[in-house]
């Protein structure tokens, strides 16, 4: 009798919805990074308007289907646009996006752990060829938890890893060698939002090129790049 309890007491959880658990917004992220990644390349127009459709799938098809025919048509329609990769708009922040997640998965975020720049500095002297500012902001809320290496852009980089409360934010530096020597000082930051939900920021300070990436917030972004380039400026 307890037996047929549970088994109805079950029944019940599971159609009221209470066993419900809704996956971290990193975790989804993650998924699509992977999606991303492991997805043929995307046809040209010109092939993709002649297969996205096959015969027996054209609208026009599905005139006399009535309701399920229109139905039919509409989920084929939104499974395209759901799964059809977009060419990214620049290689080097889908790389980067790609790099983050990749170290996240591997569990390999940090090779140098420590909250002071005089130890993470001194760290990648021999393993890159220049030497990366390393920042540790005072603005509250941002602490520098350490650094590693990774390969982006067909060379070695440095990978400084800060915190927002439980946000990681790794910052990739690399020396700039697309702008003019006459450049502007005043760094210039552009936050947007990668296609699979990373937060980006990038700017340029002193011949160095930067990149945070992270899964928090773009106004969080924002504001740890400028805590970030008000730090150095002093």
Known sequence: MDNDNDIASLGTRLRDGSLYERAPDHLRAQVL???????????????RSRWMWPAWSMPWQFAGGGLAGGALCALIFT??????????TDPIAQEIVSSHVRALLSTRTIDV??????????????RIDYAP????????GFAL???????????????LVYHYLKHPIDVYVFPDNSRAPNAPSKPTTAVTQSD??????????????YWAVSDASTSVLRQFAQAL????AR
């Open 79 to 88: 499974a395209v646009l759901t799964f059809q990769r977009p060419a990214p």
């Open 145 to 159: 938890v350490g650094g590693r290496l990774d390969y982006v852009g067909h060379r070695p980089v440095a990978v």
């Open 133 to 140: 500012p390393v920042v540790d902001p005072a603005t509250p």
């Open 33 to 47: 990074t992977r999606i991303w990644n492991e997805a043929p390349p995307a046809r040209p127009a010109r092939a």
């Open 113 to 126: 752990e420590s909250s002071d720049k005089h130890t993470v500095k001194p760290w990648f002297n021999g």
């Open 229 to 232: 380039q008000a730090d150095e």
């Open 196 to 209: 699979d939900g990373y937060g980006l920021a990038n700017w340029h300070s002193n011949g160095m090129s």
